[in-house]
């Protein structure tokens, strides 16, 4: 490949904003990624931290997937629960903490599938 500024010189990367090769004079190091001018630097950095904010915000939502299931069942089991220790049986109160604690755990389930699938 050859630079795509200096015909006559050997390209050692792509820029990773607009993917033209470039050489050792050409090339902007950013730690993570190259660039060829100011304007790619510029776009490289943001394309930088848009991946970085991606990552980020995906790691917080996987672990929020869990919290909800949790808190589901765990309101379901504290409506069970008054019930139990109130010894009176408000049967749409059992209905609803039954139907919340079977839907934080199909949630609970299915966090857990796709939290697996995203590992592999
Ligand atoms: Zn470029
Ligand atoms: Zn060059």
């Known amino acids: 490949m050859i630079c795509y500024n200096h015909p006559d010189q050997q390209a050692c990367g792509t820029c990773k904003n607009c993917s033209k090769g470039i050489c050792k004079n050409c090339t902007t190091d950013l730690g993570d990624g ?40 765990f309101i379901g089991s504290l409506l069970l629960g008054i019930n139990l220790y109130l010894k009176k049986v408000d049967t ?27 590992r592999i």
């Open 92 to 118: 749409f109160v059992v209905i609803f903490g039954v139907i919340l604690i079977l839907f934080g755990a199909y949630s609970l389930y299915t966090a857990v599938q796709l939290n697996k699938d995203d």
């Open 34 to 73: 190259i660039a060829c001018t100011a304007s790619c630097v510029e776009d490289v950095r943001k394309l930088n931290s848009l991946i970085y904010r991606n990552l980020k915000v995906s790691d917080t939502t996987s672990k929020r997937v869990f919290i909800m299931p949790i808190f589901y069942m």
